[in-house]
């Protein structure tokens, strides 16, 4: 077998397990039957842990390659951080804290240290 064929059949398989996996919930939790509270609660938790588990993520590796002598000490990833809670409590949209967040990161990165 040829190695477009294989990578046809592995994106077709994976295609096929992704729609399979994303439409389980619904066809096991549709009609009358009610759902869970475990799932609900699941539901209810998964994306504020998953958010959390990035923030720890991205904040361990940003300062790990950070030391004083290097300059900078941080004031990069604080800055933007800062930017993002504050422009999240305020406007209450994702996509500009980000972006903003984003911006300010990479200007003190490539202007200033």
């Keep these: 077998m040829s190695k477009e064929y294989y990578f046809l059949i592995m994106t077709l398989v994976c295609g096929a397990v992704t729609?399979?996996?994303?439409?389980?919930?619904?066809?096991?939790?549709?009609g009358n039957?009610?759902?869970?509270p475990l799932i609900?609660?699941?539901?209810?938790?998964?994306a504020p842990a998953a958010i959390a588990?990035?923030?720890?993520?991205?904040?361990?590796?940003?300062?790990r390659n950070t030391t004083f002598a290097s300059g900078g000490w941080g004031i990069p990833e604080a800055a933007a951080?800062?930017?993002?809670v504050?422009?999240?409590?305020?406007?209450?949209?994702?996509?500009?804290?980000?972006?903003v967040g984003t911006t300010i990161y990479?200007?003190?990165?490539?202007?200033?240290w």
């Design 19 to 30: 729609i399979a996996l994303r439409a389980f919930p619904f066809i096991m939790f549709s």
């Design 33 to 36: 039957r009610p759902v869970p």
């Design 40 to 46: 609900r609660y699941i539901g209810k938790m998964l």
């Design 53 to 63: 588990m990035l923030i720890v993520y991205c904040f361990c590796s940003s300062y």
């Design 81 to 84: 951080s800062l930017a993002v």
């Design 86 to 99: 504050l422009l999240q409590m305020w406007k209450r949209n994702p996509l500009l804290s980000i972006i």
């Design 106 to 112: 990479m200007v003190f990165k490539q202007q200033i």
